[in-house]
């Protein structure tokens, strides 16, 4: 699913290195008719774990985020998501309050 001419105002929803991770919850935003689209590095050469350069950012329109979100996180708990199988960073959340 292409963006549209707003795409700029698209907003990151979730964050992982493992691009695979990224378009699997990409399709299941979608699957619940939210658009999604994964930026990352598939095509590129180097190891995915170079910092900023193997990360892959799942993005929605802005009004569609909180729905995102929740989405993610029900699945996340439902399926008990763990840093051994890909974990998602969610930029709206504090990394130290876990």
Do not use: C, Y
Not at 24 to 44: D, F, K, R, T, W
Not at 53 to 78: D, M, N, W
């Amino acid at each position: 699913m292409a963006k549209d001419d707003d795409s700029e105002d698209w907003v990151e929803v979730a964050e992982t290195g493992k691009h695979e991770l990224a378009a699997l919850i990409a399709g299941l935003l979608q699957s619940e008719g939210i658009p999604a689209e994964v930026e990352g590095p598939a095509a590129n050469p180097w190891p995915e774990t170079i910092g900023a350069f193997g990360t892959s950012r799942v993005t929605v329109p802005p009004e569609r985020a909180g729905e995102a979100r929740e989405l993610i996180k029900s699945r996340e708990l439902e399926f008990g998501g763990s840093r051994e199988t890909g974990s998602i960073e969610r930029p709206d959340e504090d990394p130290e309050k876990g």
